[in-house]
Every structure is written in C-alpha cells, then in structure tokens.
C-alpha cells in the first residue's frame, strides 16, 4: 500500500509528465507548421551568423589560439540567443493584441532587457570557457622562456600622455643591488650570443633586441641619472593601447628557461618612472606555446628615481578580460558594447521582419476589404446606371404607344380594319423588340434600323405617302453597335415638327458611316428647321431629344459628340458622333 505522501508525490510526478508532453506536443505542432518552420528558419540561420560574427568580432579578437573554446562558447551564445528568442516571441505575441504605443514601449523594453541578460551570460560563458584564468607555477609541463614589460598597464596613451619609463636589471629572485660594469670594455664576438637573465644592457655580445607591440617604443640609452651604464627607455606613445608593452627576449625566448617555482616565484625590476603609483606588469611565457603563461603586477613608489620592484608570481595578476564583474563592466565600451549591440541588431531586425511581416497581412486584408467594397461601389453604380437607362428606355414607349393607340382608334373608328389589324401586328413586334432588348443595352446598328423600320411602317399608316424616309448606311457602320432605340425618338422628333405640321409632309433621311474610329449618325428632315443656340434647342420641348442626350451621357460619359444644325434652304440635322464598337 502507498501512504499518503507517495501517492501526492505520483500524483505530482503525473501532472509534472502530463504538462511535459502537452508543451513537446505544442512545440513540435509549432515546429511542423509553415509559420513555425520559417520562424524555426530564421532563428537557426540568424543565430548561426551571429555566432560566426560574434567569434570573428570579438573572440577571434582577444585569443585567436583558442580554436575550440572560442566554436564551442560561439554556439552555447547561439543556443542562448535561441531560447531568448522564444521568450521575446512570447512577449510579442501576447503584445500583439494591445494598443500601438504600448507594444511598442514595451516590445522595446523587452528587447533591452532580453538583450542585457543575453550579454551578461554570454560573457561569463566566455569566461569560463574561452578565457583561461591565472595560472600558478604548480601547472605541469610548462616552463618560461621569454618575458614581457607593460608600463602604466591598464591606461591607454592619451590618458597617461607620451611618458617616458626607464628599466634596468631584469634579474631572477630578490637582487639587493644594480648591477653595473664600471666602465668595463668587454670583448665583441662575431655572433651576438642568445639574451638570458640577467638582462642588464650593457654586454656588447649579447642581442637586446627587444620587440614592442600596443604603441609602445623602447630604445636602449645611457642611465638618465648619469652613473649606471646602458637601461632600456619605454615610451607610451599618446595613441598607445592600454595593454602596450615591450617583449625583452628573442623570437626564440631566453637561452634557459626562467628556473622559477613557486619556492623562488620572484623576479626583480629596476624602474625610473615619471610618476609614482602607476602599475607595471611583467608576463612570463613559452615562446612555443602563447597559452603557457603567468603575469603579475605591482606599482611604483617612487618619482624620477630607481627603485627595485618585486614581481612575486605566487601572487598572479587578473588578465586583462577576467571573471571580476567590475573590471567587466569597466569595459562595456568594448566587449558588452559590441555584444548588446550586436544582439539588438538581430532581435531588432527578427522581430521587425516579423511585424512587417504582420503590417503587410492586416493592410493586405485592408486592401481586400477596400477593394471589395470599391466593387460593391461599382457594382451599385451600374445598377444605378442600369435603373437610369431603363427609366429613360420606358420613357419612349409610352409616349410613342399613346401616338400608335390613338391611330389605330382612328382606323376602327373610320372602319379601316385590315389597316388597323395590320397596324397592331407591327406594334406588337415592335413592342416585342423593345421587351426582350432591355437586358442589353447596345445592339447593332443594322438591328436598330430593322426596329426602325416596324416603327416607320407603322408612322406611314398616319401620314401615307406624306412622309418619305431614306437610309444612306454604310456597311461598315451596320455591324456597329448603338444603344437599342437611339434612331427612333429622334425620327419621331423628326415626324412630329417637320412632317405632321407641313400640308404635303416631308422627307426624311437616316445616315452612317464611319470616320476616325466614330460613327456618325445623322437624321435630317427637310421641314422649317429650329430656332438654334450653339447647336442646341433654347428650350427644348418634349422629352425625345433630353432623354437621347441623357443616355448618351450615362453610356459614353465625354466620349460622345450631339448637335442640331439648320440646312439651306429649309430643314434640321442632328448628328451623333458614338466610340466605334463591333460584337
């Protein structure tokens, strides 16, 4: 039986692996998903040039020999960047749905702080993986053979200003005194001999050639106070680094390598410098292997004076990057600069290809939206039109079935019922022409001319062999097309002011042809003609020629022409100038 604790502690354990598998299972949907493919994407290739960036920027800077610390902290930074990542896609996703100013402040909040404890991290990994912390002289294996100098260590150039410091007597342990040659000429050989401790300057058979690196320079000349023979003077030029220095042995290091351990861990130095309290620090290596080294520091005392200084490497010196946060932070100009930088290029790049990403979705939905109801708009406007043009089409046929009712009253009432028959079979067909053409709205002139004629054969039961008509269509213009029942309100026009009020009627004439992509209709009559303004009637009577004019507007917009002309010696023209259009 289980008591009471294990099973609330199964109980955990379920919920715990329960809460396990549902957040795998969500990542894993995320990661399959198309959105969750271009973001894992994105994440990889974009933390693998950072990683290559950071290495080449800021590793590679500072210790380009360690190749396998340097790729290893490279992609654990990667993989911190990624998991930071997740947590701003979190934070930005939960923004998403807030006001504009307040994602913005705090999606920017974010990034900072994101970006800060990516930086800190990221150092202290640097740190403890790629940066190798001060040795003692216990570590197995390594000798020292070659020995570097750094004046005023830690200041560059132009803080310190150009300042010269003079060293002598580099010696291994505790010596009491300078040494000194007193003046003693000592026998030139053929080959300089390899340089070893002690280093005093003065043997003329021993290489002195000393290598400076950072902005420091560094000659051999007499003892500025006049009694020790030969020291070397180290100048820190004003654009000097602040770790520049002198290197005193060969490429090839000293002829014996430096006998020291941790019982006799010292050397000494003897320094004439400019300025009391400045810190010199003196490195030991292995010329065939830079990572073998050891450094120590200690400050000067005194001013323009010699004072022998005690290097003790039992007591070994913080290198120039370490694990003291404060000497970190000492150069955020450089290292946590550069990093933060760095990562809020990146993020800030990321997650702003995201939101334009996001921006051009919402305004591609935006526009759809506006263009749908452009459309709608449209579509409305041409059902308008449509509603227009058919008010103005039934506008006719009222008026012209007033006239034809009334004729066909005449002939019954006068007995005339073969005519009157006749007459209503045409009206009929022409009725039956103008119904089923409503749904379109432009026919071809040859179509309108044949709805024409009904019309016309009708009119000539009215006025029997007073009204003449005459067509002068030319093929071209009869496949045009025209707005159904364009022709007839202006013939009826035609009939009621120049045929039904002249005694022996009149002639009417129907033309078209095509000029210059427009067709031209024209229908003339030979009565009284009008009293005309600039081609127009001063006040136009009846509906026929407003109504025409009215749905040549709605149809052509500006691409029509309409106008009325008197001709000599009598009569009136109306010419209509339409866009050439075939079926």
Not at 411 to 427: R, T, W
Request: proline content about 4%; glycine content about 6%.
């Amino acid at each position: 039986m289980l008591s009471v604790k294990q099973k609330i502690l199964k109980e955990i354990i379920h919920k715990k692996a329960g809460a396990i598998i549902s957040i795998w299972s969500s990542f894993l949907n995320n990661t399959t998903s198309s959105k969750g493919r271009l973001f894992w994407g994105l994440q990889i290739f974009g933390w693998l040039v950072l990683s290559v960036l950071t290495y080449l920027t800021l590793t590679l800077w500072y210790t380009s020999s360690n190749f396998w610390p340097n790729n290893i902290h490279g992609l654990l930074q990667s993989i911190l960047g990624i998991f930071f990542s997740l947590i701003l896609r979190q934070i930005f996703l939960y923004l998403w749905d807030k006001t504009y100013i307040g994602r913005t402040i705090i999606g920017a909040l974010s990034i900072i702080v994101i970006a800060f404890l990516w930086t800190v991290i990221r150092m202290q990994l640097f740190l403890s993986i790629v940066v190798t912390p001060p040795v003692n002289l216990e570590t197995p294996g390594w000798g020292f053979d070659k020995a570097s100098i750094f004046f005023n260590f830690g200041v560059d150039g132009a803080s310190s200003g150009e300042k010269k410091y003079y060293w002598d007597d580099v010696s291994f342990g505790k010596s009491s005194s300078r040494f000194t040659v007193s003046g003693v000429n000592l026998p030139e050989t053929n080959k300089l001999q390899q340089i070893d401790l002690p280093v005093n300057f003065d043997k003329v058979d021993v290489n002195y050639d000393l290598i400076d690196f950072g902005g420091a320079s560094t000659t051999i000349e007499p003892d500025p106070s006049g009694k020790m023979g030969n020291v070397a003077v180290t100048t820190k030029l004003a654009y000097a680094e602040t770790w520049a220095g002198t290197t005193m042995s060969t490429s090839n290091g000293f002829a014996s390598d430096i006998p020291i351990n941790t019982s006799n861990s010292t050397l000494s130095v003897w320094v004439y410098s400019p300025d009391a309290g400045i810190p010199v620090r003196l490195k030991l290596e292995d010329h065939t292997n830079s990572n073998h080294s050891t450094e120590t520091e200690t400050k000067t005392t005194k001013v323009n004076t010699w004072e022998r200084l005690i290097f003790d490497f039992n007591i070994p010196a913080t290198i120039h990057i370490d694990g003291n946060i404060h000497e970190i932070w000492e150069e955020f100009g450089g290292w946590y600069f550069t990093s933060l930088l760095i990562f809020l290029c990146w993020a800030t790049s990321y997650h702003g290809i995201k939101y334009a990403m996001l921006f051009q979705l919402q305004r591609d939905e935006a526009t759809g939206q506006a263009q749908k109801a452009k459309l709608l708009s449209l579509q409305a406007l041409a059902a308008t039109k449509e509603a227009e043009l058919k008010m103005l089409r039934y506008q006719l046929n009222p008026h012209f079935m007033f006239n034809t009712l009334n004729a066909i009253y005449a002939l019954i009432k006068f007995g005339d019922q073969n005519l009157a028959k006749n007459m209503v079979s045409k009206l009929a067909k022409f009725l039956r022409y103008s119904l089923n053409g409503d749904h379109e709205q432009l026919v071809t002139l040859s179509q309108e001319l044949d709805a024409l004629t009904l019309y016309l054969d009708i009119e000539k039961v009215r006025f029997d062999d007073r009204l003449i008509v005459k067509t002068d269509i030319e093929p071209m213009a009869g496949l045009c097309l025209v707005p159904s029942l364009i022709l007839q309100p202006l013939v009826e026009n035609a009939i009621k002011y120049a045929i039904a009020e002249q005694e022996n009627g009149g002639t009417i004439v129907i033309a078209a042809s095509v000029r210059k992509k427009q067709l031209i209709l024209t229908v003339s009559d030979d009565g009284p003609g009008a009293d005309l303004d600039n081609g127009k009637l001063p006040s136009p009577s009846g509906i026929g020629l407003s109504n025409t004019q009215q749905r040549l507007e709605t149809l052509f917009d500006q691409q029509y022409t309409f106008s009325l002309e008197n001709l000599v010696p009598h009569g009136l023209q109306i010419v209509m100038s339409l866009p050439y259009q075939k079926r």
